[in-house]
C-alpha cells in the first residue's frame, strides 16, 4: 500500500505522487464549526489530510521554565496576557489569533543587555522520544516533520518591531547578537530532527509584504539568508534525505532563487494575490514544491464552492502533473470560510489530484 510518506518523497522528488497530499488549518471558533460539521475532531481525518507527526524536544522537568516577568513592570500587562516560549508579551487583541506584542527588551540602552538576555539552551532538552516516535509513524506511513520555528519574528518580537528595524540599519552589532541567539535555538532543533530521521524541517520567516521584501535584499541575506543557510547545510550534512520547508507570507518572488540555491526545497504558501505562480513554476517548479496556492483573500472567504473547485483543478493541472505540489490555503482559514467551500476544496483535490 502506497503510504503518505511514499507520496511525500515522490513529491519532492518530482515524481508523480498516487495523490496529491493536502491539508489546512483553522481558527479555532472555525475548527469548532467544522467539527460539528463532519460530527468530529477528527478533521484531518475526515478530509484525507496528509499524516503528519511532529518532533521536537520537550523541557526535562529539573528545568525551570524562565521567568521573563521581571521585563515588564507590575502593572504593564493586561488580563489575558501570556508570555511567549522567547519571552514576548502577547497581548489579547481584536483578531482571532493574532497577538498584540510588548517586547522585554523595547526599552534596551546597551549592547550586554542584549548579550545578557536569557534564552532556552535546548540543546539541554530532552529528544530520547525521537527513536520510537519516528519508529511509530514509520510504520504508520506518516510524514515525520522537524519543528524549527522562526528567526527573524522571534527577534522583532523581542526587541520590538520598530526598535530591531533600526537596529539592522544603525546598531547591527544588536541585531546580530538576539538573531545568534535564536538561530542557534533552531539549528539544534532541525539537525537533531534530521539526525533522527526527519522527513522535512519546518522553518521560515514573514519576510515581504504583498509588494515586495520588507527591507531590502542585501540586507535580507546579511542578517536572515547568511544564517539559514548554516543551518540548512548543517541539516543536509546530517540527513541529505532530510527536505527543508520555509514559510513567508508576501511577494517572496525576488528571493526564490536564493532561497533554492541556499537548501530549501519546500516553499509555502505562494499567495496567488501577489504572486505570478505560474511564473515561478515555470522557472523553478523543477527545482521546488509548492506547498499552498490556494488563496486565503479571495476563493476561499469569497469565493463559489464552484470556483473553490475550480482553482484546485486548475492548480493541479499547471503544476501538480510530476510532483512538485502540495495542495493548502495559503494562511490558516479564519471564521468567514463557508463550510461548503472547505468542503470544495478537500472533495476536488480528491477527485483531482488522485493518480492511482
Known amino acids: 500500500m502506497i503510504t503518505d510518506r511514499d507520496d511525500f518523497i515522490a513529491t519532492v522528488e518530482h515524481r508523480r505522487p498516487s495523490r496529491i497530499l493536502y491539508r489546512a488549518g483553522f481558527t479555532p471558533d472555525l475548527h469548532r464549526r467544522v467539527a460539528e460539521h463532519v460530527g468530529t475532531e477528527k478533521i484531518g481525518e475526515h478530509y484525507g489530510f496528509m499524516g503528519m507527526t511532529n518532533l521536537s524536544p520537550n523541557r526535562p522537568d529539573h528545568i525551570e521554565p524562565i521567568d521573563y516577568r521581571r521585563f515588564y513592570g507590575k502593572d504593564e500587562l493586561p488580563e489575558g496576557t501570556r508570555i511567549s516560549p522567547v519571552g514576548a508579551a502577547q497581548v489579547p487583541s481584536g483578531f482571532y489569533h493574532f497577538f498584540g506584542y510588548i517586547s522585554p527588551l523595547r526599552n534596551a540602552t546597551s549592547l550586554k543587555e542584549l548579550e545578557d538576555y536569557p534564552l532556552d539552551d535546548c540543546a539541554q532538552w530532552d529528544i530520547s522520544h525521537y527513536e520510537e516516535t519516528v519508529s511509530s509513524a514509520r510504520a504508520a506511513g506518516r510524514i515525520v516533520v522537524g519543528g524549527v520555528g522562526h528567526m527573524y519574528e522571534s527577534a522583532w518580537q523581542i526587541r520590538g518591531y520598530e526598535e ?7 546598531r547591527p552589532a544588536w541585531a546580530e547578537c538576539i538573531l545568534d541567539k535564536l538561530i542557534e535555538q533552531a539549528r539544534y532543533k532541525a539537525v537533531t530532527a534530521a539526525k533522527a530521521g526527519a522527513d522535512y524541517v519546518h522553518c521560515g520567516d514573514d519576510v515581504a509584504s504583498q509588494v515586495s521584501l520588507m527591507f531590502s535584499k542585501p540586507m535580507w541575506e546579511k542578517f536572515m539568508l547568511s544564517r539559514w543557510r548554516r543551518v540548512w547545510q548543517e541539516v543536509k550534512e546530517a540527513n541529505p534525505d532530510c527536505r527543508i520547508w520555509y514559510h513567508s507570507d508576501g511577494n517572496v518572488a525576488d528571493i526564490v532563487g536564493d532561497l533554492i540555491e541556499a537548501g530549501v526545497d ?22 521546488l514544491t509548492f506547498d499552498g496556492a490556494i488563496g486565503t483573500q479571495s476563493t476561499m472567504p469569497f469565493g463559489s464552492a464552484e470556483e473553490v473547485r475550480a ?28 463550510l461548503e467551500n472547505i468542503d470544495a476544496l478537500f472533495d476536488a483535490c480528491r477527485e483531482y489530484g488522485q493518480f492511482e
Open 164 to 170: 530591531f528595524l533600526i537596529d539592522m540599519m544603525e
Open 266 to 287: 519546500i516553499l509555502n504558501p505562494l499567495q496567488p494575490e501577489c504572486l505570478d505562480c505560474d511564473a515561478l513554476h515555470r522557472r523553478y517548479g523543477d527545482r
Open 311 to 338: 482553482r484546485v483543478k486548475e492548480v493541479i493541472e499547471k503544476y501538480g502533473q510530476n510532483g512538485g505540489l502540495i495542495i493548502s490555503p495559503t494562511h490558516i482559514l479564519e471564521p468567514e470560510v463557508p
